[in-house]
């Protein structure tokens, strides 16, 4: 592994734990790690549209404001994650569709390697077709890791 790409969430201690296991297996191999959040864009229209019916923050909501947010979430969830870890990361955040956004940045970077968190959806564990963790397994051009939880 050169590069890896760790996608977060805001559940925090579904994210925190990625992120150390991503972070300590980056470590351990002396890798570069991109820690990822992307903002889904319709959390974006409808914040977008909660400022412009209150007026609060001017009336608008702009990309470049969600994509600072959506980097401040990436790196909070980093330095939470990675207060005893000594790796080298990236942060970065971008408004989008999860699945696709998170394959365009690991393309763009050269990530051959993903971490990923996923809710089990059955009592066997299996997730539904569609679900965002699924789709990155099925369609990323390189090793997974996927830490599952229960919510």
């Known amino acids: 592994m050169d590069k890896a790409l760790a996608v977060v969430r805001r559940d925090s201690d579904a994210t925190t734990e990625l992120l150390r296991e991503a972070g ?14 992307v903002m889904p864009e319709d959390e974006y229209e409808d914040r977008m549209g909660s400022r412009m019916e209150t007026g ?20 909070e969830a980093a330095r939470d994650a990675f207060a005893d870890v ?16 998170a394959l ?3 393309d763009q970077r ?12 059955s009592p066997s564990g299996k997730a539904f077709f569609g679900d965002v963790t699924q789709r ?16």
């Open 136 to 151: 990155l397994l099925l369609n990323f051009d390189g090793m997974v890791t996927v830490s599952l939880h229960d919510k």
């Open 110 to 121: 050269n990530c051959d390697h993903l971490f990923v968190s996923g809710r089990r959806r």
């Open 56 to 75: 609060s923050g001017g009336g608008t909501f702009s990309i470049d404001e969600a994509e600072r947010e959506a980097t401040f979430i990436a790196k």
């Open 104 to 106: 365009d940045v690991a």
């Open 86 to 101: 000594d790796v080298d990361y990236e942060l970065v955040g971008i408004v989008g569709h999860v699945v696709d956004d």
């Open 24 to 37: 300590e297996f980056a470590a351990g191999v002396d890798a570069e790690l991109v820690v990822l959040h």
